[in-house]
């Protein structure tokens, strides 16, 4: 891993927009620019009219995370029975109502290459001529590392999301217009999948984002999910449509053979398997503003 870079945190208000029209990409600080040389900037993160966006800046590359606001949802959860000849199988799913019991940020764009090179020494990916292509071929604990390091060097709590958290932000959160995929139901408007992607994967955010302005939820790369059970969300650029919805969820916690076979998911590394960061919205705020008591006892 590199040596530690000059970090900036800035966290940024972006009106939310109803239709899916036109990015607000500017990333403006308070007052209207990017700050250069350092420093914090606090914003008002109770008001609920506004979408609150947190970016931090590791020296020139950007990671934007989207503030999500707790709530409910409904999965479509599997239920299975025991029979005496098979043995454990699927006997029905029903949707049960899954609690998001905190806010939390998300990133706005699945980890890109660019943003890997800030902390790795090497690019792992096989997709490797533009740096705002998502970084793959990564292991589970490598990712959890990545995140843990960008920690360390910040103070800023980055995580991976737990599979409910990321379900319920490629939903809309409690925006959500209830789309079969994140963004809308015509899935070639919102997602990189086997036929329209050309084999390959894609820059980040080319396409319509959903309804928190997420990009790349569905489709481009699968991504890893932590917490009640690991799981691979969204499908990617060489998945089918049914496996690109917000629903699937290829969770291999069920499987016996799970944590003894050589290829299991927490080292499998794949030319479409990606991940996006998480970090819970009070432990920002705490970092925050330890920061800026650190800045004014100096």
């Not at 090497?122 to 292991?139: A, G, I, Q, W, Y």
């Amino acid at each position: 891993m590199k040596t530690a870079k000059t970090l900036l945190f800035v966290f940024a208000s972006a009106l939310v927009m109803a239709a899916c029209g036109k990015d607000d990409n500017s990333g403006a600080a308070i007052g209207g620019n990017t700050p250069q040389n350092g420093g914090d900037e606090e914003i008002d993160w109770d008001d609920p009219q506004t979408g609150q966006k947190a970016t931090v800046y590791i020296e020139n590359v950007k990671f934007e995370m989207i503030y999500v606001e707790k709530g409910t949802f409904q999965q479509l959860v599997p239920h299975y029975r025991q029979d005496p000849l098979a043995g454990r199988v699927f006997d029905t799913a029903i949707f049960e109502e899954i609690t998001i019991e905190e806010d939390f940020l998300i990133g706005k764009y699945e980890v890109t290459q660019r943003q890997w090179l800030t902390v790795a020494d090497s690019n792992p990916s096989e997709f490797h001529s533009d740096l705002d292509l998502p970084v793959t071929n990564v292991d589970m604990w490598t990712m959890v590392h990545f995140a843990d390091t960008l920690h360390q060097r910040t103070g800023y709590p980055f995580r991976l999301p737990t599979t409910y958290e990321w379900q319920y932000a490629a939903m809309g959160g409690n925006k959500s217009l209830h789309y079969l995929y994140a963004g809308g139901n015509n899935i070639g408007e919102v997602a990189w999948y086997a036929q329209n992607s050309g084999g390959t994967t894609h820059r980040v955010g080319q396409l319509k984002p959903n309804e928190l302005w997420l990009y790349d939820m569905c489709g481009n790369v699968s991504e890893a999910t932590t917490g009640n059970g690991a799981s691979e969300r969204g499908g990617a650029f060489d998945t089918e449509l049914n496996l690109d919805n917000v629903d699937f969820r290829n969770d291999l916690k069920v499987q016996k053979w799970f944590l003894l076979a050589p290829t299991n998911w927490f080292v499998r590394r794949d030319n479409n398997l990606g991940f996006r960061l998480a970090m819970s919205a009070s432990d920002a705020k705490k970092a925050m503003q330890n920061k800026v008591k650190a800045t004014k006892t100096k």
